[in-house]
């Protein structure tokens, strides 16, 4: 029998080598070649990180963790009070239905989703006639803006937010909150002191799946942002239309590290022990 549990261990550790590891090393190995004319060639060169660390495109890239942090933080402070909701208040029945509504939107397809934003958002769109039927200007910055997108990266990856939030608030023990009610602790106490501190491994979670997807988005900004608006996907996928694979892999290479650094650290602050636990360590430490 464990000659049969190794076996079955190893399809998907294939499966994620020849898919995930490969690609990614390929990748890297291809951000040290050269670029020639529409070609490239191997060699060993950091010319694609200089060009891009010492280029316009770094500001690019300082951009992406801004508005991605910033589209973050929004989303969570809507999904953890709708998490929280779901997950204490309502009943069982409904909480199903809810989450069930939030997976409609993956049954359309996610640039039609993303273009329904520009209607809604447009000039001649219901918001802005809402506003001209109460005798109101038009207000022009709701489109092609910083703002647009923001509403277009918090609506795409809210859903994933949402669940693992609902997952994490959901399995806390229910005798941990009435024990601290029983103790006459005040209830806005008692979600500082319980409920909050023992969702974070949900809240990291969805802080990571909501920043991931933001720092890689590309049809948002180009929809919703307008012409000249350019996040670091828009970079990487404006680089490959030049055929310039070298430059564009040293880009998705600086991504992908910066990537692993969020995971590694949410694999350090959950993997040993509960991450309550090792806040207090880390506060006990000399």
Known sequence: MAWARRGFLLLPMAFVMLFLVFP??????????????????????LNNYADFLAGTRLPVLGRSFLISIEATAIGLLIAYPIAYFLARKARPSWTRVV?????????????????????????????????????LRPVDWLLFSQFAVLVGMVSSYMPFMIFPLWISIAGIDKRLIEASWILGVPPARTFVGVTLPLSLPGIFAAVIFCFVGCFGESAVPVILGGVGYQLIGNEITSTLDVLNYPLAAAMSSVVTVAMLVLLSLWYLAFDLRSFLGKILSWRMAP
């Open 24 to 45: 990614l090393a390929f990748m890297l190995m291809v951000s040290f070649w050269r670029r020639s004319v529409i070609s490239m060639r191997p060699a060993f060169v």
């Open 99 to 135: 989450l069930l509504l939030f997976t409609v939107p993956f049954l359309v397809n996610y640039i039609i989703r993303t273009f329904a934003w520009s209607y809604l958002l447009g000039r001649t769109g219901p918001i802005n006639a809402a506003l001209m039927a109460m005798g």
